[in-house]
């Protein structure tokens, strides 16, 4: 069942997705050849704990850490681990914050060092993605308005929807209702209305779409090692306007590409 907020509600989701905006950034300052992923998380969790909120992945369902991290091949669910960092690779620093209730969700992919051309064009084409998905995300539309314009924007373009992750509706819990999957048929699926709050979050690979989970359970990569992005905002679909509550605006201050 979806879960539709107050405008209180959505302010403290709001907060909540602050805190997560100012978070991302403090990580992308250390975004770099020679950092380990797990400094990143350490800078993260301590980040988030010193803004009374607690980081939203760590511990659920048994996950380890504040921040998932997912290196070149790896789609999303990767572990910070003692990798260090190096010219070329791509990495997804996926987060989440609890706060006063409320959770908040986003994503981003770095380059490191010199990615190359192909890639770099990668990484541009998810994250435009993910802004033309926001734009469907208007009261009347439907959730298949948001997949389908991602799924024909990057599929132009030659690269592929993963199928079996999708964004969600977070909220009290960090997943709820509704799936929003990346793909999709126009005028599909449920109708949005005022009150949803909604993490978009294209994950489009290089390669094929199919994908393969390692054996620790969590970490999904591509099924033929070729490199995969993914980008995240956490959304309200309000009356008159949509939010984007969360924000990559201090990681943008940070680091360019
Ligand atoms: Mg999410
Ligand atoms: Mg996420």
């Known amino acids: 069942m979806i879960q539709y907020k107050t405008s209180e509600e959505v302010q403290l989701i709001k907060e909540s997705a602050d805190i997560l905006g100012q978070a991302h950034g403090e990580v992308a300052k250390y975004v770099k050849e020679g950092v380990k992923t797990s400094f990143l998380d350490k800078i993260a969790e301590e980040f988030i704990r010193d803004h009374k909120a607690v980081p939203s992945f760590k511990g659920y369902n048994g996950f380890p850490s504040s921040l998932c991290i997912s290196v070149n091949e790896v789609v999303v669910h990767g572990f910070p681990s003692d990798y260090e960092l190096k010219d070329g690779d791509i990495i997804s620093v996926d987060c989440g914050v609890f706060h006063q209730g409320f959770h908040s969700d986003s994503a981003y992919t770095y380059p490191i060092g ?31 308005d948001i997949g389908h314009t991602i799924q024909k924007f990057v599929e132009a373009k030659g690269y592929t929807v993963v199928r079996e992750l999708v964004g969600h509706g977070l909220g009290r819990k960090l ?3 509704p799936e929003v999957p990346n793909y999709g048929k126009k005028g599909s699926g449920p109708l949005l209305k005022a009150g949803m709050v909604i993490a978009i979050e294209p994950m489009i690979n290089l390669g094929t779409r199919n994908i393969v989970q390692e054996r620790d359970g969590w970490t999904i990569r591509t099924a033929d090692r070729k490199p995969s992005a993914h980008y995240e905002h956490t959304v309200a679909i309000l009356e008159n306007k949509t939010e984007v509550l969360t924000t990559h605006k201090y990681i943008e201050e940070n680091f360019k590409f």
């Open 175 to 177: 997943h709820e209702a």
């Open 114 to 144: 010199e990615v190359s051309p192909s890639v770099i064009a990668l990484l541009k084409a998810t994250r435009d993605s993910l802004y033309l998905g926001i734009e469907q995300a208007v009261v009347g539309n439907r959730i298949g």
